[in-house]
C-alpha cells in the first residue's frame, strides 16, 4: 500500500511540475507589445506555485533581482507605465528598419539574378573556348533609351480660320460651268492675288469693269428670264474672284447695288437689249458718283477745313488714292507743304505714294514704323486711307494704320480718316484676328525653308475710334463715333 501510495504521489507529482513547466513556458514565450514586468509578475507567481517539496524550483532570480531593484527605485505606475512605453516604441522602430533592410537586400537579390537570366538570354550558345576567346560584356548596366513623340504645337494654328492669299490656287469650278465663266474674271482674279490690283476703290472699279463686259457678253433669247440667268452667271463669276482672294467691303457693296438695280429691272419686263444698257448705265453711274466724285468730295473738305498761310508737314501711311488726291487737290490750289510717308511692310506702298508725290513736285520723306514718333513732333495733320467703315465707329485698313494713329494720339497730333460712304457696312469687329487674310510671309522677310520658322502675315488691322479725330466723306466731317449717323444718311440717299 505505501508503494502504491508513493507511485500516486509521484505520478500527481510529476503531472503538477508538467502543467507549471507550460505556464512557466506560455508566460517567457511574451510577444513583443507584451511588457516585461508583467511577465515578472507571471514568474513570480509560478516560482511561488512551483515551491513543492521534491521538485526541481526554476529559476527566477534574475527576474526577482531585477523586480528587486525597480521596486526600490521608487517609481510610481505611471512613471512605469511610461517606461514600459518607450520600451515598446523602441523595439518596434528596431523592426520596422530591420524589415526595410531585409527588404532591400532581396530587392538587390532579385535584380541581380534577373540580369543574370537576361545576360544568359543574349549571349548565344558557344564553346567553352569560344567563350574564353571573346571578352566580357559588362551587360548589367545597359540602358535603353525611350523616344517620346514630340507634338509640334504651331502658333499659326490660332490663325488657320484665316484665308491665305496664294498666287496660284486651286480653283474648284465644275466641267459644265467652264463655259459660263467670263475671261475677264479670271484675269481680274489673277491680279488681285499677285497684288497688280490693290486698295479698296481699284478693286471695286475692276469689279465693276468685269460686269459691264459679262452683261454686253451675255445673249439670251426672249423667251428666257435675262435678269435670273444674269445674276446666277454673276455670282458663278464672282465665286471664281473669291477663290483668289476674298473680296473686300466695297466689292461686296458694288456688287449688291448691282444686283438690286437687276432685279428692279426684271421685275419691269424690260427687253434684253434695253436692260443691258440700262444695267451698265448704273455702273457707269456708280464708278462716276460713289467712288471717282466721292474721292473729290472728300479732297474738297479737307482744304476747306486746313487753311494754312505757311509750310505745313503731313504724315500718311503707305499708298491711299484717295489720300492722294488730297494732296494733289491741295497741290492745286497752291498750297505749299511737306508730307511725311510712312512705309508700309507690304509691297513697298510707301515707294510707290512717294513717287507719285514727286511727279506733282510736292516735297516729300519716306520713314518706317521705328522712326514715327521721331517725326511726329513735326507734323500738323495725319492722314489715313481706309478700306472700310465699321458700324462701331472702327476702321478697317493696311495693317499698321492702328500704329500710327496711336503715335499720333499721345503726341495729341489730329487724324483723319478718309473713308467715302460706300465702304461703311452694318458689321462689327473688334480686332482683326476673327476676320482678316493672311498674306505670304516672305513679303516681309526672307525665311529659309530649313529653320522651320513660321512667320504671320496680316493683310488688315483694325484702328479703335478712339485713336481718330473725325471721319472724312463726301457728306461732309464727322466726329469719331458718328458711323451710324453716316449709314442713316447713305441710307436716305439711296432711297431718294
Do not use: W
Request: glycine share 4%.
Amino acid at each position: 500500500m505505501n508503494s502504491e501510495t508513493e507511485n500516486t504521489n509521484d505520478l500527481s507529482i510529476k503531472n503538477m511540475t508538467s502543467c507549471v513547466k507550460n505556464k512557466a513556458n506560455d508566460a517567457i514565450k511574451i510577444d513583443s507589445g507584451t511588457d516585461s514586468v508583467d511577465g515578472e509578475r507571471i514568474l513570480g507567481k509560478v516560482s511561488a506555485v512551483t515551491t513543492l517539496p521534491g521538485i526541481q524550483m526554476i529559476s527566477v532570480s534574475k527576474i526577482s533581482s531585477e523586480k528587486v531593484e525597480n521596486n526600490t527605485n521608487g517609481l510610481s505606475k505611471s512613471q512605469l507605465k511610461a517606461q514600459r512605453r518607450e520600451l515598446q516604441e523602441a523595439q518596434r522602430a528596431a523592426k520596422h528598419t530591420q524589415g526595410l533592410l531585409l527588404k532591400s537586400k532581396q530587392d538587390k537579390e532579385n535584380n541581380s539574378n534577373g540580369q543574370e537570366k537576361y545576360v544568359e538570354k543574349l549571349q548565344p550558345a558557344l564553346s567553352t573556348e569560344e567563350k574564353k576567346a571573346m571578352p566580357k560584356l559588362d551587360l548589367t548596366t545597359r540602358t535603353v533609351e525611350k523616344t517620346k513623340k514630340k507634338v509640334k504645337f504651331s502658333a499659326l494654328s490660332l490663325f488657320s480660320h484665316l484665308p491665305i492669299i496664294e498666287k496660284d490656287p486651286k480653283l474648284a469650278v465644275k466641267a459644265f460651268e467652264l463655259c459660263r465663266i467670263h475671261q475677264s474674271f479670271y484675269k481680274f482674279g489673277q491680279d488681285c492675288a499677285n497684288g497688280l490690283i490693290r486698295g479698296g476703290n481699284a478693286r471695286a472699279i475692276g469689279l465693276l469693269t468685269c460686269l459691264k463686259l459679262l452683261i454686253r457678253s451675255c445673249e439670251l433669247s426672249a423667251e428666257n428670264d435675262f435678269s435670273r440667268n444674269l445674276l446666277s452667271r454673276i455670282e458663278l463669276n464672282f465665286r471664281l474672284v473669291e477663290q483668289h482672294r476674298p473680296a473686300s467691303v466695297s466689292m461686296m457693296n458694288c456688287l449688291r447695288v448691282i444686283k438690286t438695280k437687276c432685279l428692279q429691272l426684271g421685275e419691269n419686263n424690260i427687253p434684253s437689249n434695253e436692260l443691258k444698257e440700262e444695267l451698265i448705265d448704273a455702273i457707269d453711274s456708280y464708278i462716276d458718283t460713289d467712288i471717282k466724285k466721292a474721292i473729290d468730295g472728300i479732297a474738297e473738305s479737307i482744304c476747306k477745313a486746313t487753311d494754312s498761310s505757311f509750310k505745313e508737314v503731313y504724315m500718311t501711311f503707305g499708298f491711299s488714292s484717295t489720300v492722294f488726291q488730297v494732296f494733289k487737290k491741295m497741290k492745286m490750289i497752291g498750297r505749299v507743304f511737306h508730307v511725311v510717308i510712312v512705309e508700309s511692310a507690304l509691297r513697298s506702298e510707301g515707294k510707290e505714294m512717294m513717287k507719285r508725290l514727286a511727279r506733282l513736285d510736292i516735297p516729300c520723306t519716306l520713314v518706317f514704323s521705328k522712326d514715327i514718333s521721331f517725326m511726329m513732333k513735326y507734323v500738323k495733320m495725319v492722314f489715313l486711307g481706309s478700306s472700310a467703315l465699321l458700324v462701331n465707329s472702327d476702321v478697317l485698313a493696311r495693317a499698321g494704320t492702328s500704329q500710327v494713329a496711336l503715335t499720333a494720339k499721345s503726341f495729341n497730333v489730329p487724324v483723319l480718316a478718309c473713308c467715302e460712304t460706300y465702304k461703311c457696312t452694318n458689321r462689327a469687329q473688334t480686332d482683326a484676328f476673327s476676320l482678316n487674310e493672311r498674306g505670304s510671309p516672305c513679303q516681309l522677310v526672307d525665311l529659309n525653308e530649313s529653320l522651320n520658322i513660321d512667320g504671320l502675315n496680316l493683310i488688315y488691322d483694325i484702328t479703335p475710334n478712339s485713336f481718330l479725330t473725325a471721319i472724312v466723306t463726301e457728306i461732309g466731317i464727322f466726329p469719331a463715333g458718328a458711323a451710324k449717323a453716316i449709314l442713316r444718311l447713305k441710307q436716305l440717299d439711296t432711297d431718294e
